[in-house]
């Protein structure tokens, strides 16, 4: 396995790069927008694609790279399904796998430090974002923070995960790397309370000074959606309620972009065919097998995904490779949902 923890020393951020194989698709965690050119070079020199970034919350301390490494790489931008960020490809919820080739992480709902704050446990490691720290905990005095269902994320989410799992936090500001679960349990001085309330009482006493950029972060990490507006003035998108009529007409072909876990959880529009967003650049060029389609049969090939952010990418992909009907659903299953569309499962 790839794996890499990357520093921001400006605002203290671990970052984290993960991989099954040299050569393979990556993952990126909590990416810090200053760093992105870093990120793209050790990706490059490991041959690596990067195929997700993922923010564990709703940073208020720095700007985030998912819009950048998106745009860099046509990755797909991952968070919790509680973030208010406008858009990103993927959300997720406790319970949900976030898979990559070779790679799968279990997604915990840690609120607390945000209420759109999620862990990520693989194997013998938990991401912990800032729900938990090394010998402490992250702050619960905005963005919606609440120490009580801190209290709750960690005691009974995180600390029940065996004694010897790696905490790796987005963030330290001593210098520690990482820590384990049996260590924080016996020597976190915030998780040395006989009982919630103390755990609530001890965060409200903190009196922190807010972070330097949060009035410029916050406002910046809840956009980082993709332009779709430069794929609608191209004439390349309908709506959910223009695309009702499409569903059973024969010149048409419905493109399901999303993973076969998303399928599952949410429906198919009835008739689509599956073609995952991250197989598109094979599927679409030339001898591909959407192209093949395209060409052989003349139908308007019409992608969709869960918020329709891989299917403009995947439009722009289309299009430039010469699939000239190609356009998508604005705001994916989302939008369909909204304007009652049906759905099959
Ligand atoms: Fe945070």
Redesign the pocket.
Known sequence: MIFRQLFDSQSGTYTYLLASRRGGEALIIDPVLEKTERYLQLIKERDLKLVKAVDT?L???HITGLGALRDRTQCITVMGERSKVDVVSMRLAEGDRLTIEGLALDVLYTPG??DDSYSFVMNDRVFTG?TLLIRGT?RTDFQNGDAHAQYHSIFNKLLRLPDETLVLP?HDYKGETASTIGEERAFNPRLQVKCVDEYVELMHNLKLPNPKLMDVAVPANMRVGFAQEEIARRGWAMTATQALDLVGRPQVALIDLRERTEREKQGVIPGSLHAPYTDLAGNVRAGGMLHELAAATGKRMVFYCAFGERSAMAVQAAQDAGIMSACHIQGGIDAWKRAKGPLVR
Do not use: E, S
């Open positions: 919350h940073h208020a301390d430090h945000t800032d992250g987005a």
